[in-house]
């Protein structure tokens, strides 16, 4: 995928996230639900807040869900989350004791199976929730905590029903839980439509609607990404592209290689696959995977 090195715009957006931070800082959760069309920019709003949380000394989590077929991975994003805190230098289980083994255990974070059966069929979900809350509770005590699931669109029905439980009972906690949803991909889903609903109406959530860029950003994209499409024919891109910058960018590297000219740069150097840096090729498969079950994807 092609990328661009700057953030272009979004600094409304931006301000709101930091406000939402400011605000978990102080002890009051909240939840910013960025949302947008396919490739109009949630993840890399996601991505450049997670870089200044992280550079403020905010403990950052990222859980992604996936589109899986027949099934569900029960609280996906949550077990990414959690084997990212428990591989964090300053273990949990100081912090969290026991709570914290049982979360380990339930959701496979890490290490032997002990047995216990999986929350869905056995423990308690209540008592599962709980244990995320008080993890949470006590990890903040040490460090504000930002939890950021991508593409909640995709959750599985365990995982939106944590979250809202989370967005309900959190209130004091040091948390802020950024989600992005692609919502055109909710037409399709009234259950998860309905959790999403539910998220975006409890108290403290805080709604990010991302719109299409204006044709001076596009320019300012096309002249700061590294496909370096000559100037001259930014302005067809800018009709094509209709605000989007996934398909500004990927309209611009086509006609950038059709054009025969020296192979592309990427941000890691001449000859370097073309994808973004920041997620690797896990990102160009969800793409390819979504074009294969039929669902919108921006033309190239
Ligand atoms: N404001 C921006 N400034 C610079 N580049 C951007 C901006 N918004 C998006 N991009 C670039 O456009 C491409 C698509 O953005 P991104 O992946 O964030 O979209 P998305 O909304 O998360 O899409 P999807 O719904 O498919 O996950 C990426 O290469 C990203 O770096
Ligand atoms: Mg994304």
């Known amino acids: 995928m092609e990328s661009a090195r700057l953030l272009i715009a979004r600094q409304r957006e931006l301000q709101v996230l930091d406000a939402c931070l400011t605000s978990a800082r102080s002890g009051q959760a909240t939840v910013a639900l960025i949302r947008g069309e396919s490739g109009i920019g ?150 998860t439509r309905r959790a999403i609903g539910n998220l975006s109406r409890a108290d403290v959530s805080r709604d990010i609607h991302l719109k299409p860029l204006t044709a001076n950003q596009v320019r300012q994209l096309l002249a700061t990404s590294d496909v370096q499409l000559p100037a001259t024919q930014h302005n067809k891109v800018i009709d094509l592209c209709d605000g989007n910058p996934f398909i500004a960018l990927e309209l611009a590297g086509t006609r950038r290689r059709a054009a025969g000219r020296r192979p592309i740069r990427t941000a890691r150097g001449r000859g370097a696959r073309a994808v973004h840096p920041a997620r690797g090729p896990g990102e160009l498969h969800r793409k390819h995977g979504r074009q294969q079950r039929g669902e919108p994807s921006p033309p190239h």
């Not at 869900?65 to 591989?87: N, R």
């Not at 809350?133 to 006590?138: A, E, F, K, Q, Y």
Request: proline fraction near 6%; hydrophobic fraction near 45%.
């Open 42 to 191: 949630k993840s890399r709003l996601a991505e450049t807040l997670i870089e200044q949380a992280r550079r403020s000394g905010v403990l950052v989590a990222l859980g992604h869900c996936t589109p899986v077929s027949g099934g569900e991975l029960p609280f996906g994003p949550f077990v990414e989350m959690l084997s990212q805190i428990a591989a964090a230098p300053d273990s949990p289980e100081e912090v969290a004791g026991t709570t914290w083994e049982l979360l380990r255990t339930v959701l496979t974070v890490s290490g032997p199976s002990s047995g216990v059966a999986s929350p869905d069929v056995g423990l308690g979900r209540s008592r599962l929730f709980t244990s995320v809350l008080w993890v949470l509770h006590h990890l903040g005590e040490r460090q504000p905590v930002m939890a950021v699931v991508e593409d909640i669109h995709w959750a599985d029905s365990s995982s939106l029903d944590l979250l809202n439980f989370l967005a309900r009972t959190a209130g004091q906690e040091r948390l802020l839980i950024v989600l992005t949803c692609r919502d055109d991909a909710l037409a399709r889903d009234p259950h």
